[in-house]
Nanobody
Framework: QVQVVEFGGGLVQPGGSLKLSCRTA????????MAWYRQAPGKQRELVAR???????NYADSVKGRFTISRENAKNTVYLQMNSLNSEDTAVYYC??????????WGQGTQVTVSS
């Protein structure tokens, strides 16, 4: 059974930091590209950051220089370190396992709220 589970969401003050984790099971993690998406109320889901199986990364312009995506293949886990958070980062954050030519998987999402 495939599992994609996010951890680490919560409430943080503007300017603060938060680290999200996404743990997977039931997939060959090493061959998947992994990504974080987010969806704010009333908005479309958008790509935040992506890391491919070789470790290459790309980021949305809005988070460049503030967010860092990384992966730990030995733990089947991908992370998103978020710094200098602001209210526009408030959203549900989703982990996405992107198979190179097969089935992809979504996590259930974790809420991140940036507010004083």
């Amino acid at each position: 059974q495939v599992q994609v589970v996010e951890f680490g969401g919560g409430l943080v003050q503007p300017g603060g930091s938060l680290k999200l984790s996404c743990r997977t099971a039931g997939i060959i993690f090493d061959i998947y590209a992994m990504a974080w998406y987010r969806q704010a109320p009333g908005k479309q889901r958008e790509l935040v950051a992506r890391i491919d199986s070789g470790g290459s990364t790309n980021y949305a312009d809005s988070v460049k220089g503030r967010f860092t995506i990384s992966r730990e293949n030995a733990k089947n886990t991908v992370y998103l370190q978020m710094n200098s958070l602001n209210s526009e980062d408030t959203a549900v954050y989703y982990c996405y396992a992107d198979h190179p030519y097969g089935k992809d998987f979504w996590g259930q999402g974790t809420q991140v709220t940036v507010s004083s």
